[in-house]
């Protein structure tokens, strides 16, 4: 009875080694895939100042608010849940332009992990929206308004159903 109490001991003391050493392990882990993402991301943030000035033609002044005019291919640009600086080009524009565009990036940047996609609208014409969206705020009782790259699409939040409302106030100035 005595050994197989030892024994039982000696397995739930090696038990909670191995469990104590796979914790370890699983927080090495997500330790080093943290410490990849910042990396990947901070090496993305600095490109992006770089690419900014390649993809900007202006800043104006509307309505007392600064905004930046970008070139008309540039439809939008978010970081990857890896930390990849993912660029959008509208998908109306000459494969052509793109490509020059892409050169021009990679000669700036060197950062050849940059992911290119296309997307329907150009950030010009969804600050347009945005601008447009930010006069009748108060009116359609919209508390938040933004412009998600990833989807390339303003984003509307209010505390009531207005979105026929919004939709044909937008059509009607466009």
Known sequence: MKKIKV???IIGVLLI?????LSIDAQTSNEKSDNEYFAMA???????????????????NTDDRLYTVYIDEFSGAY?????LLNILFSNKVEE??????????????????II???ADYTYNYLQQI?????????????????????INKVFIESNIDNEQQIKDYLQEIN
């Open 130 to 150: 945005l601008l447009n969206l930010e006069k009748i705020m108060e009116k359609y009782e919209i508390y938040s308004v933004g412009i998600d790259d990833k």
């Open 116 to 118: 290119y996609g296309y």
């Open 17 to 21: 080694i191995c469990i104590s050493r």
């Open 79 to 83: 970081l990857d849940d890896k930390g």
């Open 96 to 113: 052509e332009k793109i490509s020059v565009l892409i050169n021009e990036i990679y000669e700036n940047t060197g950062n050849d992990k």
């Open 7 to 9: 024994v039982f001991f």
């Open 42 to 60: 901070r090496k993305s943030v600095a490109d992006y100042q770089i690419i900014y000035q390649i993809l900007k033609t202006d800043i104006v």
